[in-house]
């Protein structure tokens, strides 16, 4: 069975600074790969997402993410954090050919000091 | 454009008595999916809805949770004998495909149910 690592559940950072959060995946074969972001109250809101090609890929609000098969790794990366990126970010896997549905990791909680 | 809206927002319940949870996807998306995210087992997949295809209901946890699609569009999930473990936010999403490039899921703010 799929399953999605999210070995930080917690990280803080300060306004300005890069941020990297990490996202290892179990799966027989290269899955899709997706990122989306929950703020407080909020539905979630894809980020970014990977299906093939090149492997780093670029999504909204600045972020970028990439891809490494020999690692088993999909993690977010964003040069200089806002404060509105304060979120809970999680990493989901799909079946190749089926993307039907998503397995998640736990999420990565994202505080961001002024 | 309108996204996918849940109703109600929120629900408080007692132990013992059913519920139903309402979606309604973005419009003319053929794929419907809905999701639970609880404190404890983290973000769930329930159901998925394509098009006249049979749902796919391997995530249901029990046989007390049950969901329709009406006329491919709005879309209910109803859990019959709630527990307390049932609280959760559950969360519903749209997609216009549910294979291919196309592929991208579009969630609604979500349910919150609360089990007393």
């Known amino acids: 069975a799929q399953s999605v690592t999210q070995p930080d559940i917690h990280i803080t950072v300060s306004e300005g600074a890069s941020l990297e959060l990490r996202c290892n995946y179990s799966?027989?074969?290269?899955?899709?790969l997706f990122w989306y972001v929950q703020s407080p109250g909020q539905g979630l809101q894809l980020l970014l997402k990977?299906?093939?090609?090149?492997?780093l890929v670029q999504g909204i609000k600045g972020f970028e993410a990439e891809f490494k098969r020999s690692q088993s790794s999909f993690n977010l990366r964003k040069p200089s954090v806002h404060w509105s990126d304060a979120a809970e970010y999680f990493c989901?896997?799909?079946?190749?050919?089926?993307?039907?549905?998503?397995?998640f990791g736990t999420g990565t909680r994202l505080q961001v000091t002024l | 454009g309108a996204g996918v809206s849940q109703s109600p927002s929120n629900k408080v319940t007692e132990k013992g008595k059913d519920v139903e949870l309402r979606c309604d996807p973005i419009?003319?998306?053929?794929?419907l999916y809905w999701y639970r995210q609880s404190l404890g087992q983290g973000l769930e997949f329930l159901i998925y809805?394509?098009?006249?295809?049979?749902?796919?209901k391997s995530g249901l946890p029990s046989d007390r949770f049950s969901a329709e699609r009406t006329g491919g569009s709005v879309s209910t999930l109803t859990i019959q004998r709630t527990q307390q473990e049932d609280s959760a936010v559950y969360l519903c999403?749209?997609?216009?495909?549910?294979?291919?490039?196309?592929?991208?899921?579009?969630f609604g703010p979500g349910t919150r149910l609360t089990v007393t």
């Open positions: 990977y299906f093939s090609g090149d492997t």
């Open positions: 419009s003319g998306h053929t794929a």
């Open positions: 989901a896997v799909a079946p190749t050919g089926t993307a039907s549905k998503l397995t």
């Open positions: 999403a749209s997609s216009l495909a549910g294979t291919g490039v196309t592929y991208e899921q579009y």
């Open positions: 809805f394509q098009g006249n295809s049979a749902p796919d």
């Open positions: 799966y027989g074969a290269t899955p899709y």
